[in-house]
């Protein structure tokens, strides 16, 4: 089997490494890939949001699989096309998409499918907004309406604060269109966990639980990033309370999409607050996390390509995962100015690393006559397996200097929200 994967950060070069593993497949292709990613695959120099190009270069290798990383193809409608063209994709519709793509579209329809969420006001004026913010009073949350790069979502700190988002949304369009409606949203305190599962449309299979540490900084200070380090199991997340996601959260949004005739396929990833309340909905992506996946994938016992496949197919049937009881992590090098920059052209040494159960994934990098540079703020991720999270992430830490370039910069406390917590109720 040929397999194409369109995108080029870590979560991309995890897929393809798994899928490198499969019996089944015989050729990886990667559009446009990375430094790592071309050691491994093919790489053809398309970008992820060439859909044609994309559609055209499938069809013309008669590609028996293509799995879609990041959400821009998807909310553009790579999904559409391809099935138009009767190629086998893995990922959801442009309509179905449109669960991440606008997030005034997943609030209604978590009120009108009564998943629980954030209490939230739409508002579409500059007016309405403020309004709407006075009324709830610090903390809240606001939120562009559509994809805005990790960037729409601002907690102001004081009214100031959210005066001057509020007006760099609507007066000086800051996420352009992605910005022409905005949520004001009740402020959610608890633990962050991340839920996937993949689904055809009727039947859901669950990926193991992940915890990604968003903030910039240790201790989680700074500002959001893409994220800077997973782990899994989320440790944090007990097993009766992954239960209760997947009643109350999961299967009701897998139904819901199918109802809107929106039917949803590919990876659902559900971000969600343990409130004192009971788990709620922080946000909805499209699409496998990034880091999460690079953690999870390690994890995996079984041969990706057939999950993936049968979800493009529709036909997912008794498919179930199983996933090692070992723990495994990923901790993200960053450029120094990331997330505000990412400076490019920093040449990259990666030093062999005598433990084989630590993997380096490549996200922002590009190999030129024989040497790797930075391309992206996100550079790689270290990530590695191992009895326990502290384990995996004693291994990660030891190896992680072997990794060298101007200004490299990671978070030292990868881990440590769960660390501490009992391991063994935690959902798997
Ligand atoms: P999003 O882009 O919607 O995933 O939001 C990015 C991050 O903002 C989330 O991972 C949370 O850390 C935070 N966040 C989003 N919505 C809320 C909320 N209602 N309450 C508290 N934090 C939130
Ligand atoms: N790690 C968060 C995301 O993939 O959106």
Redesign the pocket.
């Known amino acids: 089997m040929r397999v194409l994967v369109v995108g080029q950060g870590g979560r991309e070069h995890a897929i393809c490494w798994k899928l490198k593993q499969s019996p089944q497949v015989k050729e990886v292709y990667a559009a446009p890939g990375n430094g790592g990613i071309a050691a491994i695959a093919n790489c053809v120099p398309i970008e992820a949001t060439d859909i044609i190009e994309l559609a055209d270069f499938a069809e013309s290798l008669r590609m028996d699989l293509t799995v879609v990383g990041p959400e821009i193809p998807l909310t553009l409608g790579i999904v559409d096309e391809f099935q138009k063209r009767g190629l086998a994709i893995f990922g959801p519709t442009r309509l179905a998409a449109e669960i991440e793509g606008s997030?005034v579209f997943s609030k209604e329809f978590m009120k009108k499918y009564g998943i629980p969420?954030?209490d939230?006001n739409i508002c579409g004026s500059y007016d309405e907004a403020i309004a709407a913010f006075d009324a709830r009073g610090l903390?809240?949350?606001i939120?562009a309406d559509g994809l805005?790069g990790?960037k729409?979502?601002v907690?102001p700190a004081t009214r100031d604060e959210a005066v001057a988002t509020l007006s760099e949304i609507f007066e000086s369009r800051r996420f352009g269109m992605a910005g022409s409606r905005v949520l004001i949203?009740?402020?959610?305190?608890g633990e962050?966990v991340s839920v996937m599962a993949i689904t055809d449309g009727k039947k859901v299979v669950p990926f193991a639980p992940a915890k990604?540490y968003?903030?910039a900084f240790d201790g989680d200070e700074g500002p959001?990033t893409g994220g800077m380090g997973s782990h899994s199991p989320a440790v944090v997340l007990p097993a009766e309370t992954a239960a209760e996601v997947m009643k109350k959260i999961v299967l009701p949004t897998v139904q819901g999409m199918a109802d809107e005739g929106r039917t949803y396929t590919g990876c659902l990833y559900v971000?969600i607050?343990l409130t004192p309340d009971g788990p709620?909905v922080?946000?909805y992506?499209c699409r496998f996390g990034d880091p999460e996946t690079q953690a999870q994938i390690l994890r995996l016992e079984d041969d990706i390509f057939d999950v993936l496949l049968r979800s493009a197919r529709r036909n997912l049937g008794e498919t179930k995962l199983t996933w090692k009881k070992e723990a495994s992590a990923c901790v993200v090098v960053t450029t120094k100015d990331y997330p505000a920059g990412s400076s490019k052209g920093h040449e990259i040494v990666v030093d062999p690393i005598a433990d084989d159960s630590v993997v380096v994934f490549h996200a922002g990098t590009s190999k030129k006559d024989g040497k790797l540079y930075t391309t992206g703020g996100r550079v790689v991720n270290v990530c590695a397996r191992a009895a326990t999270l502290s384990d995996a992430l004693a291994k990660i830490y030891a190896n992680i200097g072997n990794v060298r370039f101007q200004g490299a910069r990671y978070r030292t406390d990868i881990g440590y929200r769960a660390l501490g917590q009992r391991a063994a109720s935690a959902a798997t």
């Open positions: 997030k969420t954030a939230a903390p809240c949350v939120k805005a990790g729409g979502v907690i949203e009740e402020c959610l305190t962050e990604d968003k903030k959001n971000g607050m709620k922080l946000e992506n």
